[in-house]
């Protein structure tokens, strides 16, 4: 499950563009409708080219309303960001970029909205000439620009195949057991009671379990689970969640608490980061500020501590620690923001480097600021370790290029990795061991489910398990063949299926495939029809005797058990090398039956390949 956000200035078009691509208006307040202007967090969904169902949040573009933007940006996948082609960028676009940017999403393209609006192409080029100078030194500066116009349409087609394209470039994000929803939203339904809202993020949540509300510490359980108004009995890693609770009031709970199992996160007052403050920032940043700090769905009012230094200046990049007014749950790695109160701005933001810090540091003191700098990028297998989390199955060079590490220390710690098991290689490519636990149980449990959904089938199809899996075609042929090397799945002419699973017919089905198949002796060379099959076993049944062989369909009409079929086979054969050709009359006579079942079966020798047509003749296909 995949999730990508809005972004831009006020009234550019986001609210629009996104009702026009999924079909719901994600403006849900009476304020905003009769205002038109998006206030707080909306939401929608939408289903890609490839069969992907994609959350959406749409975030308001008012400067006045940039906290609410910030409570739905965290945990997206991708970002739009919106500009109108009559307006250009505006202050709030390199706000939103600078967020963005300082919070590292993974991918994102830019839409250039209401291109309605301009008749002259050389301005469309211009703005682009003028964003792509703006994108320069962000996460978005090969970002692909879609022309578009929420109002006529135009464009939406070729946006929605260029945010599947994007978005099939990406992994799946990891399963890490720590299940963790920010929440965004908090309501009451008559006959439900609480719902929360989110994006899950580094586990599952299923229903039944039982579940702690963050910073305090509520227990609840999870009553009933939705994904894009869709009941699941879990939910997965990167979806748009809604949870019903039992046993927590709507009044205990508030956007930016975090639901998760109970015991796997704790609230901190106190937090250690890696900060960089924005180029453009109005001001040096200075020992003792009060900021505002805003992690995943939180907010609270930070105090903050400079370490190492006296000041930062724009564009600098520096080590601070916070002391929080308000309780929050964060995770080393988590990418955060921190804005002035007033006048507001966005000051910067970063990378929480420890979330629970043991007490409070001495501004000027080496070992903690070395410590800082080992604890941020941890040691080179563990940065290594953390890439090969997020990018799958991959090739040794592709995860060395994605680490970002000088090759010689890369190179070991990738060895120990491997020597360590917290790294596999599966043919040739490598993946961590955690995420390959996680992929594994999720290809067998598919499989399973499949084949219980169709007992009769030998197997599933190699390419309806890896669209169900959305894995890459080199990545899953190192997945199948690692499991079925493994002895855990196995390759059946094409199918996949598990150990020890026999097709089985009930003793219903069996006797009706006996009276089927009295049938077929009492006249092999003019057996029952298709139609005729179908409705003596029931089309499921007919299903599995073509599969497994039993049946041989030669046209859609026309159907052979197999020990038929390879007799009449070899009869046609025989003659046609005794006579050198045949007509169909003459194989009809051979057969001893009508022109109906002759005339499919030489079409059918046609198609594969055994005999060629010559006029009214048939000859071997040499």
């Known amino acids: 499950m995949r999730v990508i956000g809005t972004a831009g200035h006020v009234d550019h078009g986001k609210s629009s563009l996104v009702a026009a691509l999924t079909g719901i208006h994600p403006d849900r307040l009476k304020e905003e409708q009769e205002r038109q202007m998006t206030i707080d ?39 739009l960001l919106v500009i109108a082609a009559d307006e250009g960028i505006m202050p709030q676009t390199r706000e939103h970029l600078a967020i963005l940017d300082l919070l590292q999403i993974p991918t994102g393209l830019v839409v250039l909205n209401k291109i309605d609006l301009v008749d002259d192409p050389d301005w469309l080029d211009l703005i682009e000439t003028d964003i792509r100078q703006a994108l320069k030194g962000t996460i978005l500066q090969d970002a692909p620009i879609c022309r578009v116009s929420a109002l006529s349409g135009a464009g939406l087609p070729e946006l929605t ?70 009941k699941e009995d879990v939910a997965v890693p ?16 508030r956007r930016g608490d975090v639901l998760a199992h109970p015991g796997q996160y704790q609230p901190t007052r106190r937090l250690d980061v890696q900060f960089r403050l924005l180029a453009d920032a109005a001001a040096p940043l200075r020992h003792n500020a009060e900021v505002k700090f805003f ?13 190492g230094t006296e000041s930062l200046e724009p564009g600098q990049t520096g080590w601070l620690q916070l002391e929080l007014r308000r309780p ?90 491997l ?32 084949l219980q959904a169709n007992p009769l089938r030998r197997g599933m199809p190699p390419q309806e398990l890896r669209s169900r899996l959305k894995v890459p075609p080199r990545p899953f042929a190192a997945l199948i063949q690692k499991l079925a090397g493994d002895g855990e799945l196995i390759e059946d002419e094409g199918r996949l299926t598990l150990p020890g699973r026999v097709v089985t017919f009930t003793s219903a089905q069996q006797a009706a495939v006996e009276r089927l198949m009295a049938r077929f002796s009492a006249a092999p060379f003019a057996p029952p029809s298709v139609k005729e099959c179908q409705a003596e ?54 057969l001893g039956t009508s022109r109906r079942y002759v005339q499919a079966l030489l079409e059918h020798l046609d198609a594969v390949g055994v005999t060629v047509r010559a006029g009214d003749y048939r000859q071997l296909k040499r």
């Open 238 to 253: 990167g979806s748009r969640t809604a949870v019903n609770l039992a046993g927590v009031e709507t009044a205990q709970i």
């Open 537 to 590: 076993v029931g089309e499921e049944v007919f299903a599995a005797l073509l599969e497994q062989g039993d049946l041989i369909n030669v046209s859609a009409e026309v159907v052979f058990r197999k020990a038929d079929y390879e007799i009449m086979v070899a009869k046609v054969c025989q003659a046609i090398e005794a006579r050198g050709r045949v007509t169909l009359a003459e194989v009809r006579d051979l």
């Open 295 to 307: 992690v995943g769905a939180a907010e609270s009012t930070a105090r903050l501590r400079l370490l």
């Open 41 to 79: 967090l909306g939401f929608a969904w939408l289903t890609l080219p490839d069969g992907e169902e994609v959350g959406i949040v749409d975030v308001p573009g008012h400067r006045d309303f940039i906290e609410n933007m910030l409570a739905g940006v965290g945990g997206i996948d991708a970002a």
């Open 328 to 417: 929050v749950v964060a995770a080393r790695g988590d990418r955060y923001i921190l804005r002035r109160p007033s006048p507001p701005e966005t000051l910067g933001g970063g990378q929480v480097v420890d979330p629970q810090p043991a007490r409070r540091h001495k501004r000027f003191d080496r070992a903690v600021l070395e410590a800082l700098e080992k604890a941020a990028g941890g040691s080179p297998a563990e940065v290594l370790l953390q890439t090969a989390l997020t990018v799958g199955l991959v090739s040794r060079q592709e995860i060395l290029q994605r680490v970002r590490l000088e090759p010689a220390a890369a190179e070991a710690a990738l060895d120990e990795l």
């Open 419 to 450: 020597a360590s098991g917290q790294m596999l290689l599966l043919g040739d490519l490598l993946v961590a061991a955690l995420y390959w636990s996680a992929l594994r149980q999720k290809t067998l449990t598919t499989l399973d489910a499949y």
């Open 161 to 230: 195949a260029a945010l599947g394209l994007l978005l099939q470039e990406r992994p799946p994000r990891p399963d890490l057991g720590r299940a963790r929803l920010p929440i965004d939203r908090v309501f009451s339904l008559p006959g439900f009671g609480t719902v929360v809202t989110g994006t899950l993020s580094d586990g599952r949540l299923s229903v039944g379990d039982e579940v702690e509300i963050l910073p305090a510490g509520l227990r609840g359980r999870v009553r009933g689970l939705q994904t894009h108004k869709k």
